[in-house]
């Protein structure tokens, strides 16, 4: 069966750039979508087919895909975004989602 | 604005089957442009796709629940729901109705989530 990896957790300074990275074989063949989730609240979209930005989405989220990893890019990182991110990919007849990447802003 | 809305028991016995009804309202599920579908989130865990739905009623499962798992929809209520058979105390989790895009060969994003509800299994 298909599987997304995600680096448990990732800590950045307020301002900087946090990079989440989900791997799987042949991602970049695949439209990989990432989600923020908080604590208590559903996930949200924050990036799809690679490097699409939703409306409402601010700008410092964005996405890139190389060979089999895809990578969220957080520029100016806030307190705000601190959460869980998800990466999600369809492969064959399945979704499937990465383990998730706690990240802490601090 | 689209809205998706979990219903359904909090509680279920365990070897008792789950039952669940996502309602939607501000878009019609009988969109050819979009599957719905189901994903659990155990208590401090991860997402885990349960399986989607399209508005023709073709069905795509997670192969680690198929066996147990049977989505369906009424078009005329807007609504789909999910049946999860057998279940364990390894089925609690947070159930989240969604809609995923639908690109012709596959589904890409999920782009709206429910808020979610909480199902318990225990005696």
């Known amino acids: 069966s298909y599987e997304l990896t995600q680096s448990p957790s990732v800590s950045v300074s307020p301002g900087q750039t946090a990079s989440i990275t989900c791997s799987g074989d042949?991602?970049?063949?695949?439209?990989a979508s990432w989600y923020q989730q908080k604590p208590g609240q559903s996930p949200v979209l924050v990036i799809y087919?690679?490097?699409k930005r939703p409306s409402g989405i601010p700008e410092r989220f964005s996405g890139s895909t190389s060979g089999n990893t895809a990578t969220l890019t957080i520029s100016g990182t806030q307190a705000l975004d601190e959460g869980d991110y998800y990466c999600?990919?369809?492969?064959?007849?399945?979704?499937?989602f990465g383990g998730g990447t706690k990240l802490t802003v601090l | 604005q689209l809205q998706l809305q979990e219903s359904g028991p909090g509680l279920v016995k365990p070897s008792e089957t789950l039952s669940l009804i996502c309602t939607v309202s501000?878009?019609?599920?009988?969109?050819?442009?979009?599957?719905w579908g189901w994903i659990r989130q155990p208590p401090g865990k991860g997402l885990e796709w349960i399986g989607s739905?399209?508005?023709?009623?073709?069905?795509y499962y997670n192969p680690s629940l198929k066996s147990r798992v049977t989505i369906s929809l009424d078009t005329s209520k807007n609504q789909f729901s999910l049946k999860l058979s057998s279940v364990t105390a390894a089925d609690t989790a947070v159930y989240y109705c969604?809609?995923?895009?639908?690109?012709?060969?596959?589904?890409?994003?999920?782009?709206?989530w429910g808020q979610g509800t909480l199902v318990t299994v225990s005696s």
């Open positions: 042949k991602l970049g063949d695949k439209y």
């Open positions: 999600q990919a369809w492969d064959s007849t399945t979704v499937v």
């Open positions: 087919q690679h490097k």
């Open positions: 501000g878009a019609s599920i009988s969109s050819s442009s979009y599957y």
């Open positions: 739905i399209y508005y023709s009623g073709s069905t």
């Open positions: 969604a809609r995923h895009d639908y690109y012709g060969a596959g589904i890409t994003q999920t782009d709206y």
